[in-house]
């Protein structure tokens, strides 16, 4: 079972289908993304620096509810130590051109994959799948193994441990969701 909090600051708690459903229609979850969305405009179009960019989205993206892909917590607590495994494990494609184009290139292959969920990250430049980790593998190999399998020989190896957290989208962010999730 995947991890549900309202925040990065607040505890996890197991996550149901509902919680998850409600969270995509969320208002303030696609005012946030949408906000990210005009900032990121604004700086390609030059009325805004990358660092100032980085700042606003930073800032904004604090403000979404989170998933925990990888695991729930004893205690609710975000810590490695507490973590109960949920045998599934996320990937991320940042700063790509077109995250709809990628996932069309990869949908064939979903199920080779084990991808149950495909979204475009809240800063509309990323792509983010999340798999069900292959038999026999840690979830750091699991991170080797889908960049393997991507043909990705630059991936974000950041994303290894069982605490790390995923921004919830608005549902028009969402490529793809399995029943299984």
């Not at 289908?17 to 005009?38: N, T």
């Not at 960019?53 to 989170?66: F, G, N, R, T």
């Not at 695991?71 to 991320?92: E, H, I, K, Q, W």
């Given at each position: ?7 990065v ?20 979850v ?7 969305a005009?900032?990121?405009?604004k ?7 990358k660092?100032?960019?980085?700042a606003?989205k ?16 004893r205690n609710?607590?975000?810590?490695n ?6 045998g ?7 700063h ?5 184009g990628r ?6 292959r ?8 495909a ?5 509309a ?7 069900v980790?292959p038999?026999?593998k840690?979830?750091?190999?699991a991170?080797?193994?889908?960049a393997?399998?991507?043909g990705?020989?630059?991936y974000d190896?950041c ?9 919830i989208?608005?549902?028009?962010y ?8």
């Amino acid at each position: 079972m995947i991890g549900y909090a309202k925040s990065v600051k607040d505890n996890v708690q197991p996550c149901t289908r509902e919680q998850l459903h409600s969270a995509f229609d969320s208002p303030r979850v696609a005012e946030v993304c949408q906000a990210i969305a005009e900032a990121l405009q604004k700086h390609r179009q030059g009325g805004m620096t990358k660092d100032e960019y980085e700042a606003v989205k930073s800032l904004m993206k604090k403000q979404l509810p989170i998933l925990t892909p990888h695991a729930t917590f004893r205690n609710g607590r975000r810590l490695n130590a507490d973590a109960v495994p949920s045998g599934l494990s996320m990937y991320d494609l940042d700063h790509i051109p077109d995250p709809e184009g990628r996932w069309r290139e990869i949908e064939p292959r979903k199920d080779e994959l084990g991808i149950v969920m495909a979204h475009i990250t809240p800063s509309a430049e990323g792509l983010r799948l999340i798999f069900v980790i292959p038999d026999g593998k840690t979830l750091a190999e699991a991170q080797r193994w889908m960049a393997d399998m991507l043909g990705d020989q630059k991936y974000d190896e950041c994303v290894k441990d069982y605490a790390r957290c995923s921004f919830i989208v608005p549902r028009e962010y969402v490529l793809f969701m399995s029943d299984k999730l």
